[in-house]
């Protein structure tokens, strides 16, 4: 098949962005080593932005959305993939500054890819996705500062959105007990059926506090809020414990922040970003995914799509209204 299907984002004259699924041919694909005939990818932030104006992410139209993508090597150039691997790929700034997974073809350099591990399909390994990946990774950062099972419960704010709830998902199944902020109340059985233990409505920590310190709550935190709400959190958090900061869905600043649970209390604030971190990190993450990821919950987030449902939904999620996980079918 030397054309295939993709969702192309034009740009007019007049600077306006259009997305449509058109025909594309395989010679426009990118330089890159390896070939992937791609089979799911999902719906990120980042993406909702791509779909539409680009937010500055975009460089050059025509443009093919999808920051993510899961399929199986179709030609490779480089002696670690060959045709049939299963491959996963996040980050890198594909689908941004070079073309992405919303199409049935993609070519990328081999170095981006992290080969599938033992334990999950294509379909799963998006139903995780970035957001998951990221999950995974404040997980393990939070454990490598000494996060442990039994120390009390760990927030995660968010909880509804796609890092929140894969974040609920494997904390619960690693045996903490998991305090999950929303601000849908009508998620909290979904939280709850995640494993989260307690909900918290996100008024509950929208406000700052001038208080320099607040009773100790958490044992650890996932947040992918920032604003109003992670001011508030460190205060909160137990003596000694660690909070992972990953998103800005509240905004960009720590509104409130003050430096005394930093010095009072020795919390820890980990910054955690998925998009340019170390092959073998990544292939760490991957693999503790397959391990403590229960499937079984993993699939009821996963919410199906098609390649022409992204571009509502990818301005549903520029406004908080995605939940779970989005699994772009691009072959349907
Ligand atoms: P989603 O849109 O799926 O989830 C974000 C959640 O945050 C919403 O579902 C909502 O949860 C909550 N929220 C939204 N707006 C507000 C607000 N104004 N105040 C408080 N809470 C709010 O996004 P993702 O989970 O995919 O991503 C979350 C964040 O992480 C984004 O900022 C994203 O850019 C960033 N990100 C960072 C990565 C990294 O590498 N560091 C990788 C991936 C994402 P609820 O309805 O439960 O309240």
Same mark, same amino acid.
């Given at each position: 098949?030397?054309?295939?299907?993709?969702?192309?984002?034009?740009?007019?004259?007049?600077?306006?962005?259009?997305?449509?699924?058109?025909?594309?041919?395989?010679?426009?694909?990118?330089?890159?080593?390896?070939?992937?005939?791609?089979?799911?990818?999902?719906?990120?932030?980042?993406?909702?932005?791509?779909?539409?104006?680009? !937010?500055?992410?975009?460089?050059?139209?025509?443009?093919?959305?999808?920051?993510?993508?899961?399929?199986?090597?179709?030609?490779?150039?480089?002696?670690?993939?060959?045709?049939?691997?299963?491959?996963?790929?996040?980050?890198?700034?594909? !689908?941004?500054?070079?073309?992405? !997974?919303?199409?049935?073809?993609?070519?990328?350099?081999?170095?981006?890819?992290?080969?599938?591990?033992?334990?999950?399909?294509?379909?799963?390994?998006?139903?995780?996705?970035?957001?998951?990946?990221?999950?995974?990774?404040?997980?393990?950062?939070?454990?490598?500062?000494?996060?442990?099972?039994?120390?009390?419960?760990?927030? &995660?704010?968010?909880?509804?959105?796609?890092?929140?709830?894969?974040?609920?998902?494997?904390?619960?199944?690693?045996?903490?007990?998991?305090?999950? &902020?929303?601000?849908?109340?009508?998620?909290?059985?979904?939280?709850?059926?995640? #494993?989260?233990?307690?909900?918290?409505?996100?008024?509950?920590?929208?406000?700052?506090?001038?208080?320099?310190?607040?009773?100790?709550?958490?044992?650890?935190?996932?947040?992918?809020?920032?604003?109003?709400?992670?001011?508030?959190?460190?205060?909160?958090?137990?003596? #000694?414990?660690?909070?992972?900061?990953?998103?800005?869905?509240?905004?960009?600043?720590?509104?409130?922040?003050?430096?005394?649970?930093?010095?009072?209390?020795?919390?820890?604030?980990? #910054?955690?970003?998925?998009?340019?971190?170390?092959?073998?990190?990544?292939?760490?993450?991957?693999?503790?995914?397959?391990?403590?990821?229960?499937?079984?919950?993993?699939?009821?987030?996963?919410?199906?799509?098609?390649?022409?449902?992204?571009?509502?939904?990818?301005?549903?999620?520029?406004?908080?209204?995605?939940?779970?996980?989005?699994?772009?079918?691009?072959?349907?």
């Amino acid at each position: 098949m030397s054309y295939f299907n993709a969702m192309l984002v034009e740009k007019n004259d007049e600077g306006k962005t259009n997305a449509s699924i058109q025909q594309v041919s395989k010679a426009d694909l990118p330089e890159g080593e390896v070939t992937v005939s791609v089979e799911y990818s999902t719906v990120n932030y980042k993406d909702g932005l791509c779909i539409g104006p680009g !937010g500055g992410l975009v460089r050059t139209y025509p443009h093919v959305p999808g920051i993510d993508f899961a399929g199986t090597v179709e030609e490779s150039s480089d002696d670690r993939y060959k045709p049939g691997d299963k491959v996963v790929l996040t980050g890198w700034r594909v !689908g941004e500054n070079r073309w992405g !997974g919303y199409a049935q073809k993609a070519r990328v350099p081999a170095d981006f890819l992290v080969p599938l591990p033992e334990g999950l399909n294509t379909r799963q390994a998006m139903a995780v996705g970035t957001a998951g990946l990221t999950s995974m990774l404040s997980v393990m950062a939070l454990e490598d500062h000494g996060l442990k099972r039994g120390d009390g419960p760990v927030l &995660v704010t968010g909880a509804a959105g796609g890092v929140g709830s894969v974040a609920v998902a494997l904390l619960s199944k690693l045996g903490h007990e998991v305090a999950a &902020v929303t601000g849908r109340a009508d998620q909290a059985d979904y939280l709850t059926s995640l #494993g989260a233990t307690e909900i918290i409505p996100r008024d509950e920590l929208s406000e700052t506090s001038r208080k320099p310190l607040e009773a100790e709550r958490w044992a650890g935190c996932v947040d992918a809020v920032a604003g109003a709400m992670l001011g508030r959190v460190l205060k909160q958090m137990k003596y #000694g414990t660690s909070v992972a900061a990953i998103g800005l869905a509240g905004g960009a600043a720590i509104d409130g922040a003050l430096i005394t649970p930093f010095i009072l209390r020795g919390v820890n604030l980990l #910054g955690i970003d998925s998009v340019m971190q170390p092959f073998t990190n990544r292939q760490r993450a991957w693999a503790r995914i397959a391990q403590d990821l229960p499937m079984d919950r993993l699939e009821s987030m996963i919410q199906p799509a098609t390649l022409s449902d992204l571009p509502k939904l990818g301005a549903d999620i520029l406004k908080g209204q995605v939940k779970g996980r989005v699994v772009v079918d691009v072959n349907a």
